[in-house]
């Protein structure tokens, strides 16, 4: 026997729905459980290999200036995959936070970010680009009132900056070790 879930009450729709579900589970016991409900999302670490550097943003995060108040966070560039190929909202979400025009993606994995609470899977990539490649302003969308900064960032301080626990948001972090993990030579001494 698995759970059931045999009923679910909408709680807010905005943004993100927010639901309450009631479940039944193998043993008979029934339960509640909150579930915050947007759907796939994606993020991607562009790297510049010639370079070596990485394309970094931060903008103000409501949900951690309320736990923690101000931080300087750098985050991937990502955002919600509203419809359609992962890949296409990774390349959008690069060029509207950065500018840069992604061409070759490299998967990494498809996770579930937060399971105990949140329907979001997020498709994480890893992409090449060159200088030639930017080619747009970045900043996001002034209608979603995205004011994001954009960081060029080099890979060893990237790489130094996560040994030393600085590099607080989860995507951006599995994405550095993915990228240090699979391209090492970036990262030796030149």
Known sequence: MVPIIRGTRLV???????????????????????????GRAVAVLPYDPTRRVALLVSQFRAPVFFAEGPLDM????????????P??????????????????LERVVSAWTAPGISTERMDLFLAAFSAADRSGPGGGLAEENEAITVHEVALD?????????????????????ALRLRHPHLFAAA
């Open 157 to 177: 301080d990237l790489a130094a900056r996560s040994d030393r626990g600085e590099i607080a948001d989860m995507k951006t972090l599995t994405l550095v070790f």
């Open 12 to 38: 807010h729709d905005g943004w993100a729905r927010f639901l309450v579900a009631e479940v039944t589970m193998p043993d008979g016991t029934r339960i509640t459980r909150e579930i915050e409900d947007h």
């Open 74 to 85: 750098l985050e991937t560039p990502a955002g919600i995959l509203d419809e359609g190929d």
């Open 87 to 104: 890949e296409e909202g990774a390349r959008r979400e690069a060029y509207e936070e950065t500018g840069v025009e992604l061409t070759a």
